[in-house]
Nanobody
Framework: QVQLVESGGGLVQAGGSLRLSCAAS????????MGWFRQAPGKEREFVAA????????YYADSVKGRFTMSRDNAKNTVYLQMNSLKAEDTAVYYC??????????????WGQGTQVTVSS
């Protein structure tokens, strides 16, 4: 069992930056692949980024590639999403997720409660 808690969301102007954190509790965190997803009002949840447990390889949605960076600190049981050059269309609730598989779909087993990111234009 893994519990995930996101933090770091907030209100930022377009062009600004935020860093989201996702703290995990439970055993064997280093063996879980982690993902970030987001859901804007009236839209379906969409993939943002993922990081494998095996080699730390990262995957990004085309919409955030070059602007967002995902990383993990296994010693702290935490993953991060550094978001730069934010745009109004990045406004959404951001969720982190965990699974033994590295996925770019929403088939993750464990989910956090989400953190709101609002980008003002």
């Amino acid at each position: 069992q893994v519990q995930l808690v996101e933090s770091g969301g907030g209100l930022v102007q377009a062009g600004g930056s935020l860093r989201l954190s996702c703290a995990a509790s439970g055993r064997a965190f280093s063996r879980y692949a982690m993902g970030w997803f987001r859901q804007a009002p009236g839209k379906e949840r969409e993939f943002v980024a993922a990081i494998s447990w095996f080699d730390g390889k990262t995957y990004y949605a085309d919409s955030v590639k070059g602007r967002f960076t995902m990383s993990r600190d296994n010693a702290k049981n935490t993953v991060y999403l550094q978001m730069n050059s934010l745009k109004a269309e990045d406004t959404a609730v951001y969720y982190c997720a965990a699974d033994f598989r590295t996925l770019v779909t929403s088939d993750y087993t464990y989910w956090g409660q989400g953190t709101q990111v609002t980008v003002s234009s």
